[in-house]
């Protein structure tokens, strides 16, 4: 499972021109699912998600969670952050080590609900749809994790 975590002062994302989902301050994640992954690296994904420190505390430091500060997660499905580019193999990336749709959403969606259950407002991309995403970069801010 790969994560790229973005701290944003806002972010929306759109599907055909409509407003689907919107955040006002938080974190924006796009989230790619690999073969293999399963509910433990969803679970642990969640946990790390809502308890990251990457947000200013009242001396600027970066001290304090999006629990913390009150802001809310825009989680996006991203099967490209699966796809791999290799040296030498040309310019075409490989996603063959992306997972299959239906289990992919599974995970995104379980990744959804332990975010919620860590007490972290939760909002939607449309999983396989092709998205459009405006967001207003913190710092700007970004992490690539894995799990």
């Known amino acids: 499972m790969r994560a790229l975590i973005q701290r944003t002062q806002k972010s929306s994302l759109y599907?055909?021109?409509?407003?689907?989902?919107?955040i006002p301050s938080g974190l924006t994640v796009f989230l790619g699912v690999e073969k293999g992954d399963g509910e433990a690296q969803a679970d642990y994904l969640a946990h790390k998600l809502s308890n990251l420190r990457i947000f200013r505390d009242e001396n600027g430091k970066m001290n304090l969670s999006v629990k913390q500060v009150g802001g809310e997660v825009l989680l996006v499905s991203q099967f490209s952050l699966a796809g791999k580019l290799g040296k030498g193999s040309g310019n075409r990336p490989d996603f063959g080590n992306a997972e299959l749709p239906e289990r992919a959403n599974e995970l995104y969606m379980r990744v959804t609900d332990k975010l919620r259950e860590e007490g972290v407002?939760?909002?939607?991309?449309?999983?396989?749809?092709?998205?459009?995403?405006?967001?207003?970069?913190?710092?700007p801010l970004s992490f690539v994790f894995e799990c």
């Open 121 to 139: 407002t939760v909002k939607n991309g449309v999983f396989g749809a092709h998205m459009f995403i405006e967001q207003q970069q913190d710092g």
């Open 15 to 22: 599907v055909d021109g409509k407003l689907i989902s919107s």
